[in-house]
């Protein structure tokens, strides 16, 4: 049996006013934000969505349930930091992330090597493991009309001595 395992990881939240734009860790100027118990930072959502689905930790919601206030506007980050603990505590290490942020706008092109870095130190790992990736949906559906953004991530974890 081969000691990888893959992991893919999807989510969404709706862009209001009045919130700050917290996207890979990146406090982006943007006149808008997302909405969310946490800092709702949807792309380490997808991105810790996929992990724990690669070394069967179920899945965010049940790690961090949004009803318990202790999670109450905490940086996705950290989230990501223990995330990153368990998977060492079940022997896995990273191979790599890829993930892709789905928006209309900002343009976050310039954010994105920032992004992976932080998501890389809170995982302890290399920034070369992992790739950050933007596209808009040509105007389309929820994304494309501004009235949220989505993620897609996709990881591959290997099991070590074992
Ligand atoms: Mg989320």
Redo the contacts with the bound molecule.
């Keep these: 049996m081969t000691n990888l395992r893959i992991g893919h990881g999807y989510?969404v939240?709706r862009l209001v006013e009045g919130r700050k734009l917290i996207i890979g860790g990146v406090d982006i100027p943007w006149e808008k934000g997302l909405l969310?118990h946490s800092d709702?930072d949807?792309l380490v959502?997808a991105v810790m969505d996929a992990l724990t689905g690669a070394a069967r930790l179920g899945d965010i919601g049940k790690l961090f349930p949004d009803t318990d206030p202790a999670y109450a506007g905490i940086s996705s980050i950290k989230l990501l930091a223990h995330v990153g603990k368990l998977l060492g505590e079940k022997g896995y290490a990273v191979v790599n992330i890829d993930c892709v942020l789905l928006a209309q706008a900002p343009k976050v092109g310039p954010y994105r090597a920032q992004m992976a870095r932080n998501m890389a130190a809170a995982l302890g790992i290399d920034t070369e493991q992992i790739n950050v990736k933007a596209t808009t949906e040509e105007g389309l559906g929820f994304t494309g009309d501004g009235s949220g953004m989505a993620a897609h991530a996709v990881v591959l974890l290997e099991k070590l001595n074992g």
């Design positions: 989510d939240h969310g709702a949807v959502h």
